[in-house]
């Protein structure tokens, strides 16, 4: 940096010449020592400085990085560079931060501050302490208590009601929904179902024919036969009300009948692909089942395994606008006619 300020005060005076060294003192002055290896804990210093520096100050110039950490360019530049690695092995780049240099400007679009760590969301929280009551001991329920304490207080009344729902290494409880379900697919016994609507947001009574239970996307799924509407469908287990088995028996549908169906996707088919907008980037990767295909400067392309057009469909629109489905062909037919439906409604 001194040499650098030298060069802007030189102006027009002529530079001095450097004086001559006698032969003999060079001579005994020996060889050239070699520059002093540079401190590991100096570059330390300096990156802990300059991500949060960088998020303070969107766009900082490289020279103002070299400025305030009284070094060069190159190093910030290689310093930056090496950011790139920390991570999870095999430390891809953007494991841990997402850093770019665009015109001689410094940003940051991704980054995992050393800051206070944000709180479980209600069904984390649950599924922790579901596994907390199958481990057992003594403290199991103090630690039910530490996990619902945990999660925001307007958010604790669906962690009571997930914990009791979610069973973890032991069998369900025989009254509980999961224990009833699995007791009349067996028995082949017709059920009653209370069921909330997600999509009209009511609730309802209807009686189905229990085929079998599975589990997508991160979710419980009762797939049944609805005689009143005349075929299979999907029915979320915790959006089951109540359930009573009646006495009413069904014969189960045979192999080409459930084949035909088509309750679950193929494993051959060509999962979707969704291109979602950098701001929706962490609440998708959140989602279970969803998998990181690769980042782009404005987003990331998801991929839904297991998942139809329809939820696909469904899965984007839910963005609000900051996502769509890029693939495969029939994926993404379905997409943009749903929208251009839509649009033709609402327009």
């Known amino acids: 940096m001194s040499a650098a300020r030298g060069k802007g005060r030189a102006g027009g005076a002529a530079a001095a010449k450097p004086a001559k060294v006698p032969a003999p003192a060079r001579e005994r002055a020996g060889p050239a020592r070699a520059a002093p290896r540079a401190d590991p804990r100096d570059r330390l210093r300096r990156i802990l400085f300059l991500v949060p520096y960088a998020v303070r100050h969107p766009g900082v110039p490289v020279k103002t990085l070299a400025r305030r950490c009284g070094c060069t360019e190159s190093d910030i530049l290689a310093d930056l560079d090496f950011l790139l690695g920390v991570g999870s092995p095999p430390f891809a780049p953007d494991d841990f931060l997402d850093l770019y240099v665009e015109g001689e400007r410094v940003y940051v679009a991704l980054h995992q501050s050393f800051s206070r760590p944000p709180r479980f969301t209600e069904s984390e929280a649950a599924a922790l ?9 003594e403290g199991r329920e103090g630690a039910v208590k530490a996990l619902r304490d945990a999660v925001p207080r307007d958010r604790r009344a669906g962690f009571d009601e997930l914990v009791e729902r979610i069973y973890a290494g032991a069998p369900p409880a025989p009254g509980s929904v999961l224990g009833r379900l699995q007791r009349a697919i067996a028995e082949r ?11 009209s947001g009511t609730e ?11 589990q997508r996307l991160g979710h419980w799924y009762l797939y049944a036969h609805d005689p009143a509407r005349g075929k299979p469908l999907a029915f979320r287990l915790d959006r089951i009300r109540a359930c009573e088995p009646t006495e009413e028996r069904f014969e189960p ?4 009948e459930l084949a035909r169906a088509r309750l679950f996707s193929e494993p051959g088919d060509e999962p979707p692909r969704v291109r979602v907008g950098a701001a929706a980037v962490p ?7 969803l998998r990181l295909v690769r980042r782009e400067r404005d987003g990331a392309v998801i991929e839904l395994p297991g998942a139809g057009p329809e939820w696909a469909t469904r899965f984007a629109l839910s963005l609000g606008g900051d996502a769509e489905v890029v693939s495969p062909p029939a994926a993404r037919r379905h997409f943009a006619e749903t929208v251009r439906r839509t649009l033709a409604r609402y327009g």
């Open 129 to 137: 302490g579901a596994a907390a009551r199958a481990l057992g001991g």
């Open 189 to 199: 016994r017709a059920v009653r179902l209370d069921y909330h609507s997600a999509s």
């Open 204 to 214: 309802g009574e209807r009686i189905v024919h229990p085929l079998t239970l599975a």
């Open 253 to 256: 549908p045979s192999e080409a």
């Open 283 to 289: 609440w998708a990767l959140a989602r279970p089942g």
